[in-house]
């Protein structure tokens, strides 16, 4: 009778567990379901703003509501379809620091060591003649529109720089014609944001942008005691670009000052105000960074700079049931101390923020394995607390556009 008893006790006991696992499994189907439908409602909603503004205002470009033709951060080796004018004066693909006098400290999309930009590097070009170097890059052929807008952002530090042009190359003309952007001279540190509108007198043609930096950097020998050596003069004038954004129509129809259809507006107490845009469907920290950077010229992964902005987005999170199933996961920011291990920075606009502000979780960062640099609002039970992660894991991500 006793080991009936315990043989019926061991089976309930295979039932509970068996019921337990179901229910588990459950709860997150219905956590998935519901993000899901979160992500649907909000690429409706987005769907059917666009389908009022066209209803509304018409749209005079070949692509329809999308004018968003060329976007490049240059992560690819295959630079998006940019070309070299020439192979022996060419731009070069750069990451990290290059040099401790001139070009960035990083790339604009990242932010980090790992990033890519094209830069002119004088030394590379130098030759015994002190004559100008050009290096020229030309976009993918565009065609003819009532209108296009360039921006791209670019780094000019350096007591050597000289100028960065940008031609509009019209298909099947003779020559280049006067630039439709021009900037001579060192700046400072930070990447900076240019911006080209062209009217129809352009783009009625089928065009290139041509991106140019000059530099008069040159080599010299010198003869010492029965020893040579070479110096290169000008060597300080890296002209650096990142980030190029191409769009089909007038920069006034892709007004940067506006939020995306769907996002959140921030107004803060005690700063600018913001919009964020959040990103259900996981991905690197990596690819969420260039995904925030493809939405627009001026958005990038969010930084929190204040216990007002964490509580914030705590509350957008908490407020849908599909973004708290998900954010079980975390979400991505923009922090990261790839360049100074246990220095996190805000890598957003295109310099190097402290991170002044923090909500770590208890015993964080710890650098696991020593390979976490991206930081994540982590602990969702315990209001979305900070920690820091590898940045090839896969979470979702808050996108911000500062105002």
């Excluded at 705590?314 to 973004?323: F, H, K, P, V």
């Amino acid at each position: 009778m006793e080991t009936q008893i315990q043989t019926t006790d061991s089976s309930l006991n295979e039932s509970k567990l068996r019921l337990e696992k179901e229910r588990d499994l459950g709860t997150r189907e219905i956590a998935r379901l519901q993000s899901a439908l979160s992500l649907t409602s909000k690429s409706l909603a987005t769907c059917n703003t666009s389908l009022v503004a066209i209803q509304t205002h018409g749209t005079s470009t070949s692509s329809g509501a999308d004018t968003h033709l060329i976007y490049c951060g240059f992560e690819d080796s295959s630079l998006c379809g940019f070309t070299q004018e020439s192979s022996s004066e060419s731009w070069k693909r750069g990451s990290g620091r290059v040099s401790t006098t001139t070009g960035p400290l990083s790339d604009h999309t990242y932010g980090s060591v790992t990033g890519h930009y094209m830069y002119l590097d004088p030394a590379h070009v130098a030759s015994y003649s002190s004559t100008k170097h050009v290096v020229r890059m030309t976009s993918p052929l565009l065609s003819p529109s009532t209108g296009y807008c360039l921006r791209f952002w670019y780094n000019m530090y350096g007591t050597d720089i000289e100028t960065l042009n940008v031609y509009a190359k019209i298909f099947g003309g003779s020559g280049l014609g006067n630039p439709v952007y021009t900037h001579t001279g060192q700046v400072d540190r930070n990447w900076h944001m240019a911006e080209v509108s062209l009217d129809s007198e352009y783009t009625v043609h089928s065009f290139n942008f041509m991106f140019e930096a000059t530099t008069h950097a040159h080599k010299s020998s010198h003869y010492t005691s029965g020893h040579s050596s070479t110096t290169t003069s000008g060597a300080n004038g890296n002209i650096a670009i990142d980030d190029v954004y191409i769009y089909n129509t007038s920069c006034r129809h892709n007004d940067m000052s506006s939020c995306p259809a769907g996002a959140h507006i921030y107004q803060s107490n005690t700063s600018s105000n913001a919009c964020y845009m959040i990103h259900v469907v996981p991905a690197t920290w990596y690819n969420a960074a260039k995904a925030c950077k493809e939405e627009a010229g001026n958005a990038h992964l969010v930084s929190i700079n204040s216990a007002e902005e964490q509580t914030y987005l705590l509350g957008i999170i908490n407020a849908d049931q599909g973004l708290k199933a998900i954010g079980q996961n975390g979400f991505y920011t923009s922090g990261n101390d790839e360049r100074i291990e246990g220095t996190f920075e805000w890598t957003d606009h295109g310099s190097h923020l402290p991170v002044t502000y923090t909500d770590w979780h208890q015993g964080q960062p710890n650098n696991v394995g020593g390979d976490q640099d991206c930081l994540l609002m982590q602990y969702a039970d315990s209001n979305y607390e900070w920690g820091d992660v590898g940045c090839n894991e896969k979470h979702p991500f808050i996108c911000e556009i500062n105002q």
